[in-house]
């Protein structure tokens, strides 16, 4: 069974531009979630999404969208970079909504110049 | 709402000795709790949880935890650590309710163990 995967795994961007990141799932999972994590801090919870709906969401401003398609993969779009914007950006998914173990992606770091 | 503390930043600890990294949380609703380890350039990595039952809880590597409900911790443990332990570990916690159940992160205790 396929982990779950992201990419790109680097990316630079400039200020004010916009940025699309991927996500695969693990096989069978049909949750993702997706996490900022700014240098030297935890995971911060941006969004959920369930059957392609999405299903919680932390406090990110509306610039931060997501999709998940039909396959259960996933899209992370930012519009209008800023610099705190910089970051690894963690996709995790599981099995079910809810209370099951996330697995995590190894992220994509995000440079915003 | 939900907080995580993890109260040291970082530390350091000598090869076959044993550590604790200390956690601990606040909420106004039950939690679930969990530990991840994040090894550099690599995502997160489940070490343990704790959902109900058992206080003690073990997981992953030799790593064990303990569920504290009235000073509201979940210390992580471990009897005697290897080279191979040096990375960053996160607390986390997830509110027991339908919907959405997102992690909250505490900020992360750097492990190095010296040889």
């Known amino acids: 069974e396929t982990g779950v995967t992201q990419s790109p795994t680097h990316l630079i961007k400039t200020r004010g531009q916009q940025v699309t990141l991927r996500c695969s799932s693990q096989s069978g999972h049909n949750t993702v979630s997706w996490y900022q994590q700014a240098l030297g801090q935890g995971p911060q919870f941006i969004f959920q999404y369930y059957r392609e709906e999405e299903n919680g969401r932390g406090n990110f401003p509306p610039r931060f969208s997501g999709l998940q398609f039909p396959n259960y993969s996933s899209e992370l779009n930012v519009n209008a970079l800023e610099l705190d914007d910089s970051a690894l950006y963690l996709c995790a998914s599981s099995f079910v909504q809810g209370i099951s173990e996330q697995y995590f992606g190894p992220g994509t770091r995000l440079t915003v110049t | 709402a939900q907080s995580v503390t993890q109260l040291d930043s970082q530390v350091p600890v000598f090869e076959e000795a044993p550590v604790e990294l200390r956690c601990n949380y606040s909420?106004?609703?039950?939690?679930?709790l969990f530990w991840y380890v994040q090894y550099p350039n690599q995502g997160l990595q489940l070490l343990l949880k704790y959902l109900s039952g058992s206080t003690l809880v073990k997981g992953i590597n030799g790593f064990e935890a303990e569920f504290n409900k009235s000073q509201t911790s979940f210390h992580l443990r471990k009897p005697s650590v290897h080279i191979s332990d040096t990375a960053e570990y996160f607390c986390?916690?997830?509110?027991?309710?339908?919907?959405?159940?997102?992690?909250?992160f505490g900020t992360g205790t750097r492990l190095t163990v010296i040889p």
């Open positions: 909420s106004s609703v039950s939690v679930y």
């Open positions: 986390a916690v997830s509110p027991l309710r339908t919907g959405a159940n997102n992690l909250f």
